[in-house]
């Protein structure tokens, strides 16, 4: 079966041969896996290593960005978050739920965040000391310029937290020429194509509030932080998914023997296309024009036709051998598709002709309105 969800990824057999292990996450074998998955993680974010240190945090994405939000930003903090999609909005509840203040931004969800926009949101909004950027907004596809904004943001005297999630591994990414980005998160799951369980958020050391300021002792980045000096780095504060962060250093190999960030992305480019043209010559109609769409999920408008189900939908692409999401996030009802993971540009033309043979099985006989 090949996942195409924009995470969860169809991740190598290497990868998953690690979880076949018992590890005792204390123990100095694994400490050794941990310090070095750090100082891997912080370099290919381009952290200094003086001023940068990437922080562990079990669990999922959504923790990590909580812990940043609660870590760098005090209780009743203003945040500017430009509403791109979902991701943005959990961002906004995250912050709110934790006491801090987001400041919605309305934006159009189907274009890149224009940075100009948020210069001008910022010189009326003097209150506000950060901004929440989802780089890689996963529910419409849309790609944000955060270096581009992260210079609106600098210009502006202002700090980025930067949800990276769905982005890391692909886009590229260079905390040492951002100075204004205070933390980026991102996890084991995505564009890196390791498994899930572990989260990474790189912060700067000199811009996390003091230990015991984030209101949570689980998300309190300022004492992970405390914890990783005082033990060389080597270990997590409580126990990690232990079979995730081994899976994760196999993962970091085959990226490293891929060549890294740039083939990794001109993979996933040529995968979107294949499928945004694919869709496209079967009479489906992609959400976003081919100029605004991204390398990580492509969106394509459900059917118009009576007779379409998406459950049915995925039903039958999973007798074809492919698992993609049951819900969609668009105003609009569509379907998606992750294109990022172990997955090829050859895996996503079969997947074009198995989503041709799945909408015959179901009848489905208008594939496009206008
Ligand atoms: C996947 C993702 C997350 C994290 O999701 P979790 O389910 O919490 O791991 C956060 N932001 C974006 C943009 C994502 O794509």
């Known amino acids: 079966m090949i996942l195409l969800i924009p995470g969860p990824v169809t991740t190598r057999a290497e990868v998953r041969a690690a979880m076949a292990v018992d590890y005792a996450p204390w123990d100095d074998d694994f400490r050794a896996i941990s310090r070095r998955l750090r100082q891997r993680v912080c370099s290919l974010a381009g952290g200094d290593p ?33 509403m791109t999609g979902s991701y943005a909005e959990r961002m ?32 009326n909004e003097p209150d506000v000391t950060h901004v929440g950027l989802v780089y890689s907004e996963t529910s419409s596809g849309v790609i944000n ?3 581009a904004i992260g210079a609106a943001v600098r210009a502006q005297g202002r700090r980025l937290i930067l949800d990276a999630v769905s982005a890391f591994g692909a886009l590229p990414l260079d905390l040492a020429q951002q100075p204004e980005i205070d933390a980026a998160v991102f996890t084991s799951n995505k564009c890196l194509e390791g498994l899930p369980g572990l989260v990474f958020v790189v912060v700067r050391n000199d811009t996390l509030l003091s230990p015991g300021q984030a209101g949570s002792w689980s998300f309190d980045l300022a004492d992970i932080l405390a914890q990783a000096q005082g033990d060389g780095g080597g270990s997590f504060r409580f126990t990690p998914a232990a079979q995730a962060v081994a899976a994760f250093d196999v993962a970091l190999d085959l990226y490293d023997a891929e060549g890294g960030r740039v083939p990794r992305l001109a993979r996933y ?36 036709d ?38 090829s540009p050859d895996d996503m033309q079969r997947f074009v002709n198995a989503v041709d043979e799945a909408l015959i099985e179901l009848g489905v006989v208008i594939r496009r309105g206008n």
């Open 50 to 82: 003086v001023v940068h240190t990437a922080l562990p945090l079990q669990g999922c994405g959504h923790f990590g960005t909580e812990a940043a939000l609660r870590s760098v930003l005090p209780a009743g903090g203003r945040i500017l978050i430009p």
């Open 306 to 343: 009576l007779v379409w189900s998406l459950p049915n939908f995925v039903d039958a692409l999973k007798r074809r051998g492919f698992t993609i999401s049951n819900f969609y996030n668009t105003v609009e009802p569509s379907f998606r598709v992750g294109c990022i993971g172990n997955v």
């Open 269 to 304: 480019r040529e995968n979107a296309h294949v499928l945004w043209q694919g869709m496209t010559d079967i009479g489906l109609r992609p959400c976003l024009a081919e100029a605004d769409q991204g390398p990580i999920v492509v969106n394509i408008h459900a059917p118009p």
């Open 145 to 147: 310029d955060a270096p």
């Open 92 to 123: 906004g509840r995250l912050a709110r739920e934790a006491d801090r203040v987001p400041i919605p931004l309305v934006v159009d969800q189907n274009r890149p965040v224009s940075p100009a926009q948020i210069g001008e949101a910022l010189r």
